[in-house]
């Protein structure tokens, strides 16, 4: 800020500064709020601890769990699987958007199967395949790659063909080749789309992953959810659950760094 | 003179799955080495289509477009569509780029056209940076890059905001005129067209025939804003005008 600002304007950044504070102070306090709810209410004995848990009980079965290594095992699980998951299952729905925009014949017989394959809860289909893959991580894998990857091809593709058609008349007033066109203006303007469908992707392969990882009942959080839940170990469900939202954060966040890295390499 | 560029009864149909759809009955004119015409019709007459013939991206239904021989087309379209992840430099070179002739040269000649039009200090700017009459002008030097000799104006400026307009057109016609390129402009704004150009030609609405030609001479202006004040602009108007007839 130089030194001409007028007060007036120096009035407005400060309470818009303060404004910020407020809602991160908020923002916090209502987490606070809660736990705080939780414990006391847990302490008193208005709900049962044994099965609603609580916050100090958490925090105790996360150091048990810690001190054994156990936990850190099944997040790495968890996480691998999720990762895994989602990078596949968008590198493999790119991989189709782009054969579907290459052959507007090919993209007109699939359309159905991808408007049906889209409502379709993907998860039903998880117990089939441990029949066909067996029960192991391949399952759980193929679970998630499942859930991301049709939405990615619908997704990518409404970002392939929502280009201006007045640009592909651009290149070929230039002599350009469909490849040159998907290259140098197709492929770069669905950049945002792609990782809009990452972004997504983060969230439904935990999904896929959750269901996986109930069934198949190895390793994992969602084993520990499974497995807490069938011994009454409440303060292991609840622990996984606040474990499993700070990941799904974390995960996020990385995808916008990844988006901003793609973005900056695209230009 | 030979002519650059010869329709010869030319037509062009359009299929769809509603019917077929007569967009240009026939038209026939030639267009001579760095001449400026241009080409007026009501909406929809099938001006842009005629375009595309010329610029081969669209086969005639009937008759043929002629064009000496060794000649390159150039394509101008009615929005600039510029890359919004490259630079202006950048998107100056894409025509270069897609032909496959880019070099240390060409990109030099690119250079010297940004220089030379005033976008060397915006050459390494994102687009959405500029206004809309620069926009319109590294637009023009992207397709001049490829040194066509005859350029297509699409309606090049009927994106952008009135005054805008009149400038690019004052600047770009000032740009094919100093490059010495001849020119074929698509619009159907009349003063455009007078203040631009040579030779006017005047098409009928959907299917499209040649109804009159005028050749401009406006009297002591050498740009289209001066073209625009002279005392003959004014009856070339009035006759376009009664010849497009917008009240059939």
Redesign the interface.
């Known amino acids: 800020m130089n030194d001409n600002t007028s007060a007036s304007q120096k009035a407005y950044l400060a309470a818009l500064q303060r404004q910020k504070h407020w809602v991160t102070f908020f923002q916090w306090a209502c987490l606070g709020l809660f736990l705080l709810l939780w414990e006391v209410c847990a302490a008193l004995g208005v709900i049962d601890p044994f099965l609603f848990s609580s916050p100090s009980r958490m925090v105790r079965s996360c150091v048990e769990l810690l001190s054994g290594g156990e936990l850190f095992y099944h997040i790495g699980i968890t996480v691998f699987e999720t990762v895994l998951g989602f990078t596949l299952g968008t590198i493999l729905g790119v991989g189709i958007a782009i054969l579907l925009w290459w052959n507007p014949f090919l993209h007109r017989v699939a359309q159905p199967y991808l408007v049906i394959l889209n409502s379709l809860p993907k998860t039903a289909l998880a117990p089939i395949f441990i029949v066909w893959i067996g029960n192991n991580m391949g399952s759980i894998l193929a679970v998630a790659i499942l859930t991301s990857v049709i939405v990615t091809i619908l997704n990518v593709l409404n970002g392939f063909l929502s280009v201006?058609p007045?640009?592909q008349?651009?290149?070929?007033?230039?002599?350009?080749t469909k490849r040159?066109l998907f290259f140098?203006?197709i492929l770069?303007s669905a950049?945002p789309d792609i990782m809009n469908a990452l972004k997504i992707n983060v969230g439904l392969s935990f999904v896929g992953v959750m269901v996986g990882e109930f069934l198949v009942s190895k390793a994992g959080l969602g084993y520990l959810i499974t497995y807490g839940s069938q011994v009454f170990k409440l303060d292991w469900v609840m622990l996984s659950v606040v474990i499993l939202a700070l990941l799904s954060a974390f995960l996020y966040r990385a995808i916008l760094y990844l988006e901003k890295a793609v973005?900056r390499w695209?230009? | 003179m030979e002519a650059i560029v010869r329709l010869h009864g030319l037509g062009l149909d359009y299929h769809s799955a509603q019917g077929e759809t007569r967009a240009v009955e026939e038209v026939s004119f030639a267009v001579y080495p760095g001449e400026l015409v241009s080409l007026v019709g009501p909406s929809g007459c099938g001006k842009s289509t005629i375009l595309s013939a010329i610029a081969g991206l669209l086969p005639p239904s009937r008759g043929r477009v002629e064009l000496a021989e060794g000649i390159r087309v150039g394509y101008m379209l009615q929005k600039d569509h510029l890359l919004e992840w490259r630079t202006i430099f950048r998107n100056a070179c894409l025509g270069l780029e897609i032909a496959k002739k880019l070099n240390a040269t060409t990109k030099q000649e690119v250079w010297a056209l940004l220089e030379k039009y005033g976008l060397a200090d915006f050459a390494f700017r994102k687009p959405s940076e500029l206004s809309g009459g620069m926009r319109q002008r590294a637009a023009l030097i992207r397709t001049l890059a490829l040194k066509p000799d005859v350029l297509l104006l699409d309606e090049p400026f009927s994106a952008l905001d009135y005054q805008t307009r009149l400038h690019a057109a004052d600047e770009v016609t000032g740009i094919i005129r100093s490059e010495q390129k001849t020119a074929i402009l698509v619009t159907h704004d009349i003063s455009e067209a007078i203040a631009c150009s040579d030779r006017v030609l005047v098409l009928s609405k959907r299917p499209a025939v040649l109804k009159n030609t005028y050749p401009i001479q406006l009297d002591g202006a050498k740009t289209p804003f001066q073209a625009r004040e002279s005392a003959d602009f004014h009856c070339y108007f009035n006759q376009i005008w009664k010849d497009l007839d917008y009240h059939e």
């Open positions: 201006d007045e640009k008349k651009l290149i070929a007033t230039f002599g350009g040159q140098a203006v770069p950049v973005l695209r230009e």
